[in-house]
């Protein structure tokens, strides 16, 4: 390969990186062919995008870039491929559905800003909540006190008034 195009293809893989907030690296040495194409379909449906790449291009580009990406070399090692996603928890949720015997295997991953190294961490991956499943979250919390109170004052009726007339009256005398 010319060192032009491994200079274009550190380039193109360090603007992928910049696009998206989150990326794992993935071992798929063992699958064959149509497990690969297979795990391509899944990755497009999801909004995820798959990348194959030579370990020494991929720590060049992060080598590149602003942010520290070093302890995620140790784990460029053998076939890796790159998934990307702007949801943390997403390519952790496919690669726990995919994998057989460990195929798929997760290297580490980049989330939330910080490095998960190993095949151990899928499962603290796949508990990283999106910020929608938290912005959910808060918003239920929030309901939940205002609905008690809508629920007390319908369910009180008189009694309601009653208290709030004795309190009206305790605050004039």
Do not use: W
């Not at 559905?97 to 190993?118: N, T, V």
């Not at 909540?129 to 609905?147: C, H, M, R, T, Y």
């Amino acid at each position: 390969m010319r060192k032009e195009d491994k200079s274009t293809i550190i380039e193109q893989i360090a603007a992928t990186v910049k696009d998206y907030a989150h990326f794992y690296l993935v071992d798929i040495t063992a699958m064959n062919a149509t497990a690969t194409s297979a795990l391509r379909r899944e990755c497009f449906k999801s909004e995820i995008k798959l990348m194959v790449v030579k370990n020494t291009l991929l720590q060049k580009a992060l080598e590149d870039m602003e942010d520290d990406f070093s302890p995620l070399y140790a784990s460029l090692k053998g076939t890796t491929a790159i998934m990307f996603s702007n949801i943390a928890n997403l390519p952790a949720k496919l690669i726990k559905d995919r994998a057989k015997d460990g195929i798929p295997g997760l290297k580490a991953a980049y989330a939330e800003e910080s490095f998960y190294i190993g095949a151990d961490q899928l499962d603290a991956l796949v508990s990283i909540k999106s910020k929608e499943e938290v912005i959910g979250d808060i918003i239920a919390l929030l309901q939940s006190p205002a609905k008690n109170v809508i629920s007390a004052l319908q369910s009180g009726g008189n009694t309601i008034h009653g208290v709030l007339k004795t309190l009206g009256e305790r605050t004039e005398a």
